[in-house]
């Protein structure tokens, strides 16, 4: 994917919002420090998709046995929760080889990466994570307070369930500071179901934004 504002080739000049190119190669040791960043990811990723039952990105429904249910209802939010952590390292492993790599006029800083935190609204890979970042950051304060397990359905002694996100709960519990920014790019269908939201990012968004990058770092 290549960076939506036309006025620029790549999108981490978009979230930089200026035409800015890396000064010099990345070294072997920070080539293999962004691709492990991004692996780390992966890694959280394919290891919530094995946990759920159903497809993240399509329909990510759990089987569990309902005598366990709280016990492995408490895993599936840990395993998102390495999940929302990895990404945010990822993100912040970019940050700080971009600010490395070029001038001292042009940084980026934590709150650039997505309009939520005061990025600029232009990068489609900033909005789509605004949502994801706002849970991991409710995750901080109040341990997923927004969110909830719902019952699909059950078969015998099983039953299967979707974690959905609760807004009236995000906003009023999570006791964030504004917490309607996170919400501003991203609609109610897209939020209800949070697992489905992260595997079409992961699946998309996050592929074409890395890729973008390291095409990025190699144009000198």
Not at 58 to 75: G, K, V, W, Y
Not at 89 to 112: I, M, W
Not at 199 to 214: E, I, K, N, P, S
Request: hydrophobic share 30%; charged share 25%; glycine share 8%.
């Amino acid at each position: 994917m290549a960076a939506d504002d036309p006025d620029f080739a790549y999108q981490l000049q978009t979230l930089a919002e200026a035409t800015v190119s890396p000064d010099r190669r990345l070294s072997d040791t920070d080539r293999t420090r962004l691709s492990a960043a991004k692996r780390t990811v992966d890694q959280n990723y394919y290891e919530l998709d094995e946990y759920i039952d159903g497809d993240l990105a399509t329909n990510p429904i759990f089987l569990c046995h309902q005598s366990n249910r709280q016990e492995e209802a408490f895993e599936v939010l840990r395993l998102l929760h390495n999940y929302l952590s990895s990404l945010y390292s990822f993100n912040e492993t970019v940050r700080v080889l971009f600010n490395r790599q070029t001038a001292s006029q042009y940084t980026l800083t934590q709150g650039d990466f997505t309009p939520a935190s005061g990025g600029t609204t232009k990068s489609y890979y900033g909005r789509k994570l605004g949502f994801l970042r706002g849970l991991r950051t409710d995750f901080q304060h109040g341990g997923f307070s927004c969110l909830s397990f719902e019952k699909a359905g059950e078969l015998g002694a099983f039953g299967g369930y979707h974690i959905v996100f609760d807004e009236p709960a995000f906003l009023q519990e999570s006791g964030l500071n504004e917490p309607s920014r996170f919400l501003r790019d991203s609609n109610g269908q897209e939020q209800r179901h949070p697992l489905c939201y992260l595997g079409q990012f992961q699946q998309d968004t996050l592929q074409a934004f890395y890729d973008d990058t390291v095409a990025w770092f190699e144009d000198v």
